[in-house]
């Protein structure tokens, strides 16, 4: 059975690229009889905040994007016995931020090659086997990447808290999601989770990675990009199906109004790879 999830971050607040990964995870479920996971990713605790999570769940609402259950929160979880089975796979690394930032993580998994280093403490990274991988995802067929290139990902963070990268992977196999739908600036990115999956026992779901939009400016939505989130169109005026207008084509779905108008036309091969550059306001 088809399981999909919404996993919004209330770090903060919806935005049109948000929007269309949600409207692909709920299309993509719902074509397939399946079920629809909400799952609120607040395991980044510093950044999350309870007033921009309810202003979420007020935009997903207001646009008739409905999950069937709620599974809970990540910062109600405990990632304990996750890590103990990784534990053969991890190594403390002690690089600073300005060590990570300057890049250098091609060769070695961190910039200081701390994999040798034995270090007795520092953040936890994860050992990536080398080598190219290749995954097949509904919109973009068959995707190739080095996922050494990224570096071997950091699953607990010097201060002990647990990265998204773990989190959403051990969340997603406790959850039985067995479909993933997000924005493509994660496509490359997918090689490097899909060790995670293999390590933790898991197959690796099946993917669909949407366009990724961007503001008139070329830069990824951020809040500096007020007119495209939901909030602020619905404050300015607009209805959900003026949103919908806007979000659909780029799922292949234009003229439709709703997700259930678009629905019974649902391709999940159809459409724009992106990315989508929005118009100035
Ligand atoms: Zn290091």
């Known amino acids: 059975m088809t399981i999909g999830r919404l996993a919004p971050t209330p770090s903060g607040r919806l935005h049109l690229g948000n929007v269309c990964a949600f409207a692909g995870a709920w299309l993509s479920a719902r074509a397939d009889g399946g079920r629809l996971l909400l799952r609120i990713e ?75 280093r034995g270090w007795p403490d520092g953040a936890l990274r994860f050992r990536l086997r080398p080598g190219f991988a290749s995954f097949v995802d509904r919109r973009w067929g068959r995707c190739e990447s080095d996922p050494r290139a990224f570096g071997d990902p950091i699953l607990v963070r010097r201060d002990g808290l647990v990265s998204y990268n773990l989190a959403v992977v051990a969340d997603d196999i406790a959850d039985g ?71 659909l084509p780029w799922l292949g779905l234009e003229g439709a109004g709703s997700l259930r108008e678009a629905l019974p036309r649902w391709d999940p091969a159809a459409g724009p790879r992106g990315p989508i550059t929005l118009a100035s306001p």
């Open 42 to 116: 607040d395991v980044d605790r510093g950044r999350s905040r309870l007033d921009v999570e309810a202003d979420l769940r007020a935009d997903l609402a207001w646009l008739g994007v409905q999950a069937d259950a709620e599974t809970p929160r990540q910062s109600s979880r405990d990632y304990g016995a996750v890590l103990a089975h990784l534990a053969p796979r991890l190594y403390h690394c002690r690089c600073t931020r300005a060590m990570r930032d300057e890049g250098l993580v091609a060769t070695a998994g961190c910039p200081g090659g701390c994999a040798d």
């Open 177 to 247: 999601v067995s479909d993933v739908v997000r924005g493509s600036d994660l496509l490359e990115y997918t090689t490097v989770q899909m060790q995670l999956w293999e390590a933790l026992g898991a197959p690796p779901p099946r993917w669909l990675h949407t366009p990724l939009v961007l503001g008139p400016d070329g830069r990824k939505l951020s809040k500096s990009h007020g007119s495209a989130h939901v909030g602020a169109m619905r404050d300015a005026g607009a209805t959900p199906a003026d949103v919908w207008r806007i979000v």
